[in-house]
């Protein structure tokens, strides 16, 4: 009798054993793996699958680009700048409210692929090239944000620094000539950084695909054989982008900062606003990663193996945090103005609070820091898809109404009341909806060119992680791949 109970504990004992490395197998997609043939077919479906809904959407944004963009800023250029909200003393409007915007959400792609591939993060694996691609797309927005602004756009090489016949210099003290700096060189770093760990996915989407596809991916991978030089080569490159281009990412929202920091205006004088504005671009960045995530988990074949709930939580995780240093930050810039700011400084702290666009203020604080603050600390609900989706998306709406209240409401009050006027955007809302159809008709394009998820990286990680065994526990251990 004892024999037999004993055999029944041990078999107990062994299926408890057996759920539970299943159970972490479900869970975590690198102690998953699948052969590198299926997770390549597996990728290569997601890509070439395209349902109906999507070409009614892709459509639908075709237009909406045609119309509210191109459209619209031909309008805007053959008429002038007076069709736009623009006006004493709010001479800084939507267009520079969204180039902020785009570059914060562009900060996301490098924190994600570049920080935490230099700290070794194993959770990034599966979606660092979603995030890089929200990078170049955030910054071409940027881009054209900056040329809106300018009005007469076919004078945009005034901007650039070259010496000329006439020997006229840009204004090296305008702030369109830092942002464009920043820009250039932010967008070019990143798509370059965006390139290297794409070459060996476009070689196995070449040797997997035939016809124009073929040849697009032959001319894209470079020759790519993935010979053991090569492999060295390759993560060499990605290693030297890897620490540059994170003093990049630093600097370009510094230099964004000063746009506002560098003015003696009531609000914007600010010696904390470089840090303020880097956490900001992260805070609104992590959001629109998450958003990309479900929607591409949600809408593409094969990406819920891919994608998974552990990703999310790893991710929220970070949105609390950041949440947490932008809530110091802001609060700290808060504090400093309010107890030792002029009358104008206090004049506009308030007209933030009270004002017409009072309601701005208030919802960015619930936005940003108290629904995060809410949400995010359950794990349950960091796992879920379209509750972190949520989160991210109210906090985008939070970091857009923070750029808003930064840009025209606070150049509503200066030291001329008798110039004080509200500014009331006009065409350039169309122009802003314009930017964020761009936005979404580019990555939805491509999804269906360039692999989204990295095999060669996953497949990485996967052979780096094991479950070992110590005394009763069982535990994920990962070795260090050469």
């Given at each position: ?11 107990v ?14 869970k ?10 299926k ?6 479906e ?6 109906w ?5 892709f ?6 680009v ?9 309008y ?8 736009t ?19 914060g ?7 994600i692929?570049a920080?935490?591939?230099?700290f070794k993060?194993?959770f990034?694996r599966p979606?660092?090239r ?9 910054l ?18 005034w ?6 016949q006439r ?5 090296t ?9 920043a ?12 390139f ?9 989407a ?5 016809g ?10 470079l020759?790519?054989?993935?010979t053991e ?17 994170i ?6 929202h510094?230099?964004?900062?000063w746009?506002?920091?560098?003015a ?5 004088n600010?010696?904390?606003?470089g840090?303020?504005?880097?956490v ?8 629109a990663?998450v ?8 809408t ?6 891919f994608?998974r709930?552990?990703?999310?939580d790893?991710?929220a995780?970070l ?9 110091y ?10 107890y030792?700011?002029?009358k ?17 203020w ?7 820091i ?9 794990q ?21 109404l ?24 006009r065409v ?48 994920v ?6």
């Open positions: 009798m004892a024999e037999y109970t004993d055999a029944v504990h041990a078999n004992v062994h299926e408890h054993k057996d759920h539970a490395k299943e159970h972490l197998r479900e975590h997609l690198m102690l998953d793996p699948l052969p590198r043939g997770m390549n077919e597996m990728v290569m997601s890509m070439t699958t395209t349902s809904k999507f070409w009614v959407v459509g639908i944004l075709s237009a909406i045609a119309g509210c963009l191109f459209y619209v800023w031909g805007m250029i053959s008429e002038g700048l007076g069709v909200g623009k006006n004493r003393p709010s001479y800084w409007g939507l267009f520079l409210v969204n180039t902020v915007f785009w570059i959400i562009s900060h996301a792609g490098t924190f692929s920080i935490l591939r230099v993060a194993e990034r979606f660092t979603a995030a890089e691609l929200m990078t170049t797309f955030g071409v927005q940027a881009g054209f944000s900056v040329f809106m602004h300018l009005g007469r756009v076919w004078l945009a090489y901007l650039i620094p070259y010496p000329n020997m006229l210099w840009p204004n003290h305008s702030p369109l000539t830092w942002d464009l700096l820009i250039t060189t932010y967008l070019l770093s990143s798509t370059m950084y965006l290297l760990p794409l070459i060996p996915d476009l070689a196995m070449r040797d997997r695909s035939t124009w596809r073929k040849t697009f991916y032959k001319i894209l991978a020759g790519f054989r993935g030089g090569e492999w060295t080569h390759l993560r060499n490159a990605m290693t030297i982008f890897a620490f540059a281009i003093p990049v990412m630093f600097s370009v510094t230099i964004v900062s746009d506002f920091a560098a003696t205006r009531p609000g914007w600010s010696t904390i606003f840090p303020y504005f880097v900001g671009a992260l805070h609104s960045g992590m959001g990663v958003m990309v995530l479900a929607i591409v988990r949600g593409m074949k094969n990406m819920k193996y994608i709930g552990e990703h999310f790893a991710i995780k949105m609390l945090i950041i949440s947490m240093a932008w809530a930050f802001f609060f700290n810039d808060y504090m400093v103005q309010w030792g700011g002029d104008w400084t206090h004049q506009l702290l308030h007209f933030h609070e009270a004002g017409p666009m009072g309601w701005m208030f919802a960015m604080l619930i936005f940003n108290a629904i995060p603050w809410a949400v995010l600390w359950n349950k609900w960091r796992s879920t898809p379209w509750i972190v989706f949520a989160v991210g998306l109210l906090i985008n709406v939070g970091m857009y923070e750029r808003y209240i930064i840009v025209p409401v606070s150049l509503s009050i200066n030291r001329m009341p008798f110039t004080w006027r509200l500014y009331y955007p350039e809302i169309l122009l802003g909806i314009g930017t964020l159809a761009l936005f979404i008709w580019l990555y939805m394009a491509a999804s269906r060119l360039i692999p989204l998820i990295p095999v060669w990286e996953v497949e990485e990680g996967q052979m780096a992680h094991e479950l070992k065994k110590f005394g009763r526990e069982t535990v251990s990962v070795s260090e791949l050469e």
